[in-house]
């Protein structure tokens, strides 16, 4: 599988390590710093695991070392793009179950082969 | 009596020499396909541009270095400004406090002297080595590009210097580990080990 890296271009999936679903925002602590339990619980434990096309964290280990953003159809393994996670949160994110337009594809991701 | 020893990264089998396969040349003297350098004592320093400093940063280092970073993209990569990633990039041969002084504010600047080291390869079988420890396609590379990539299991970043010769940036303390695949892989073009200018 290759993985088109923002920076990067196109690099073999080996160079990543996969770090989970970026879907859902990070909690807010409670008072005190005191972990909210049930967010918390729901944040860390559950997941949809939806056939669908799904944003995962991946960070390019043996590579530029950046954390991006992969757009991965979870049926397929189809993979139509990546962004920089920086990026990814400040803009609008792809719609569920659509192709991601906005994301570089192989076409702006130069291959890096 | 001072009881330290200073041991090479590469370790005891980096040893200045030739290797493996001995072929002959024209004058009937011994030609090594691949030759390996190790430059000791280099000054390495990383750069990193705080966020959204990236282009600030590249003029900073333009009027107080005299480089040109270019875009910051790896094919505007330099033999001694490497990009090691997005707003970074390895400088060679920069003494840390005249970094620190160019970069200002705008980003990191981290001595990396003591943590990589570089492995300069060249000759006319380097092609051939790297098909068996890189997965990227080189001949796709153009002169003067740099990759964050790997070299077997071990991260390194290459910098393609000419046609046939590479310099590999890697973590010092992986360097044995690669020093000791390098020689053995390298044995079937033969490889000579040069010796670095004093």
């Known amino acids: ?113 | 009596m001072d009881q330290s020893v200073i041991r090479s990264p590469l370790g005891p089998s980096w040893t200045p020499g030739h290797y493996g396969t001995v072929a002959t040349g024209d004058d009937g003297s011994a030609e090594a396909g691949i030759r390996a350098l190790h430059t000791p004592g280099l000054l390495l320093v990383e750069i990193a541009a705080l966020p959204g400093k990236g282009e600030a940063m590249r003029a900073a280092v333009k009027k107080g270095l005299k480089l040109d970073l270019g875009d910051g993209s790896p094919a505007a990569s330099l033999p001694n400004a490497v990009c090691s990633g997005p707003d970074r990039c390895l400088l060679t041969g920069f003494d840390l406090a005249a970094v620190k002084a160019a970069v200002g504010d705008l980003g990191l600047a981290v001595d990396q002297s003591s943590g990589r080291v570089r492995l300069s390869i060249d000759g006319a079988d380097v092609p051939g080595l790297l098909a068996k420890s890189c997965p990227l396609d080189l001949a796709k590379w153009p002169v003067g590009m740099s990759q964050a990539s790997h070299f077997l299991h071990i991260g390194c970043t290459w910098y393609r210097r000419s046609e046939t010769g590479f310099d590999l940036y890697i973590g010092r303390s992986f360097a044995r580990s690669a020093a000791e695949w390098l020689i053995e892989s390298a044995a079937e073009f033969g490889v000579e080990i040069l010796v670095p200018d004093a």
């Open chain 1, 1 to 113: 599988m290759l993985i088109p890296c923002p920076h990067c271009g196109l690099r073999p999936s080996e160079e990543f390590v996969p770090k989970g679903l970026a879907e859902a925002p990070r909690p807010a602590l409670g008072g005190r710093a005191k972990p909210d339990g049930p967010a918390w619980q729901n944040y860390l434990h559950l997941r949809d695991n939806v056939a669908d096309h799904s944003h995962e964290y991946f960070h390019h280990a043996l590579g530029c070392r950046s954390w991006i953003v992969v757009h991965r159809h979870t049926l397929t393994h189809e993979v139509t793009g990546a962004t920089m996670a920086a990026d990814f949160w400040k803009a609008d994110k792809p719609a569920k179950g659509a192709k991601d337009a906005k994301s570089p594809t192989a076409e702006t991701a130069e291959d890096g082969q």
